[in-house]
């Protein structure tokens, strides 16, 4: 499908928004993301922040190549789409963790919007090693500033909670295995990595 | 001649659109597809031979996958 670039809003010096006007709902479930393509750049992946009247807002960081060139987007201009897909979705659980590493935050939005209207208990650990992003989506969140402070840890994670973890793949391998040898069930931790 | 599918999945992005054409793809907790009963040749490439009657499904669950992480291959 084809998406019309509608605003762009940077949140940091290198982490901006896209709202891209879509030819219908979506009806993404919250986690998921879409694989989008400009003429002449790699498809990549993008977490879909919020959907809203037949529009989706992404979170991006800029980096090389198609997250380069997608930063230099005006407004009006036509995307290409294909999703929703992903399996970082909602799960059932009596309370829940999100944490999120440096623009792993995006996938939490959905997540923590979904979990707080169905009155599921949710606390969000986020990390950063650089100006942290989207913070207006939750409510007292917990930060961790990676350059004068410890990383999240597993013992910041209740033992009995849904744990949703994204960011870089090494911090969210070494929380797992963490989570995993302090007795954390398995099948409670859900992950994604961004690369 | 039978056929084998190659999977990368280091490449795996969590599309999940191959658990939802056959059945001997799903998806982990981890964000990736897995292939049951698959051996790992390499680290993160996964092999599993299929007989031929199964080739044109998982030749279109191999094709569903927007970043090629799935090939299916001739094994002479």
């Not at chain 1, 060139?69 to 789409?81: K, P, Y």
């Not at chain 2, 280091?10 to 907790?29: F, K, L, P």
């Not at chain 2, 031979?49 to 094994?75: F, G, H, R, T, W």
Request: hydrophobic share 35%; charged share 25%; aromatic share 8%.
């Amino acid at each position: 499908m084809q998406a019309q670039v509608l605003e762009k809003v940077w949140k940091s010096d290198d982490i901006f928004s896209l709202r891209l006007k879509t030819p219908s709902t979506l009806q993404a479930k919250p986690g998921q993301f879409v694989m989008v393509t400009l003429s002449g750049f790699p498809q990549r992946a993008y977490s879909i922040v919020e959907e809203k009247d037949a529009t989706i807002l992404l979170g991006i960081k800029m980096q090389q190549g198609t997250s380069k060139a997608l930063s230099r987007l005006q407004g009006g201009e036509t995307l290409d789409l294909i999703g929703p897909f992903g399996s970082f979705i909602p799960r059932e659980g009596e309370q829940v963790t999100l944490v999120a590493g440096g623009i792993g935050i995006t996938p939490m939005i959905s997540l923590y919007k979904h979990y707080m209207l169905s009155g599921v208990p949710v606390q969000t650990l986020i990390s950063s090693n650089d100006d942290f992003v989207f913070l207006e989506y939750f409510s007292a969140p917990r930060l961790f500033d990676t350059r004068k402070g410890p990383r999240i840890c597993a013992r910041d994670i209740p033992q009995d909670s849904l744990v949703y973890l994204c960011g870089p793949e090494p911090m969210i391998n070494s929380l797992r295995d963490d989570l995993e040898k302090r007795g954390h069930p398995s099948n409670m931790i859900f992950s994604e990595d961004f690369k | 001649m039978s056929y084998k599918i190659v999977y990368d999945k280091n490449s795996c992005i969590g599309v999940g659109q191959c658990a939802t054409m056959s059945n001997i793809w799903s998806m982990t907790n981890r964000g990736k597809a897995e292939l049951k009963d698959a051996k790992e040749v390499s680290p993160g490439i996964f092999e599993l031979e299929i007989p031929d009657e199964a080739y044109s499904k998982e030749l279109q669950a191999a094709n569903s996958c927007p970043v090629s992480a799935i090939k299916i291959v001739k094994v002479e």
